[in-house]
């Protein structure tokens, strides 16, 4: 975790400086909707996208310097965006219920039993047929580079079993500071049932 807050005194790779395609995309075709919760929300262009639709959006992350940077992108462009410091796998802990919850490039960081946690912990902060939209690595993607766990189609069904429903899974690209066309990912949305 530490390493993540470390990052930010710097450019990371996936923080591109405007929306990921795949979720300006989403809130075009107007699949975010209600309150919004973007986690794992890095330094707050996916959140700040939708805030700027009117939406009520909070963006959450374990990265003390990362909420920094999204608070004063905040400021500095006149959001209403809420971001917060806090831990994804505890979301619990915001008593709090979003209608929409997005995730770009944060599930793919997890090991097995984590995300056990967050498949719970995610449940807990969504409201009843509120959908949860993901985009993590594919394993289409070259390992060579190292980077995050490359995630199977397979996988993302097994973790969202009990209480969820698979709405899609589309191949999709993860854009970054270092792959030209994005990276191979997964795009999915999953319903609270
Ligand atoms: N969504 C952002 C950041 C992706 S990188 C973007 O697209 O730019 C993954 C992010 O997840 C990092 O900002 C990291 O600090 C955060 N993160 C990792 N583990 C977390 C946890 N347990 N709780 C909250 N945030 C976490």
Redesign the pocket.
């Known amino acids: ?1 530490a390493a ?2 470390e990052s930010y005194k710097g450019l ?1 790779p ?3 400086g405007h929306p ?1 395609a795949e979720f300006a995309g989403l809130a075009d075709d107007g699949s975010i909707r209600g309150t919004v919760l ?6 707050g ?2 959140a700040l996208l939708f805030a700027g639709m009117g939406l009520e959006v909070w963006g ?4 003390p310097l ?1 909420i920094e940077k999204a608070k004063a992108k905040a400021f500095e462009r006149g959001s209403k965006a809420t971001f917060v410091v ?4 505890h979301l619990e802990r915001l008593n709090k219920k979003f209608d929409t919850i997005t995730d ?3 599930f793919h ?1 997890f090991t097995d039993d984590e995300r056990v946690m967050f498949a719970k912990s995610l449940h807990s902060a969504l409201n009843k047929g509120g959908t949860y939209y993901m985009l993590c690595f594919s394993d289409k993607e070259p390992a060579g580079w190292g980077g995050p766990r490359r995630i199977s189609e397979k996988e993302i069904r097994a973790t969202f079993r009990d209480g969820w429903e698979i709405d899609w899974i589309r191949e999709a690209r993860f854009e970054s500071n270092f792959h030209e066309e994005g990276g191979h990912a997964w795009l999915s949305s999953v319903n609270s049932v």
Do not use: H, R
């Not at 806090?86 to 796998?89: F, P, Q, R």
């Open positions: 975790m993540f807050n990371p996936w923080d591109v990921q973007d986690v794992g929300c890095g330094t262009e996916n959450l992350d374990a990265a990362a806090g831990d994804a796998l770009s490039g944060l960081v």
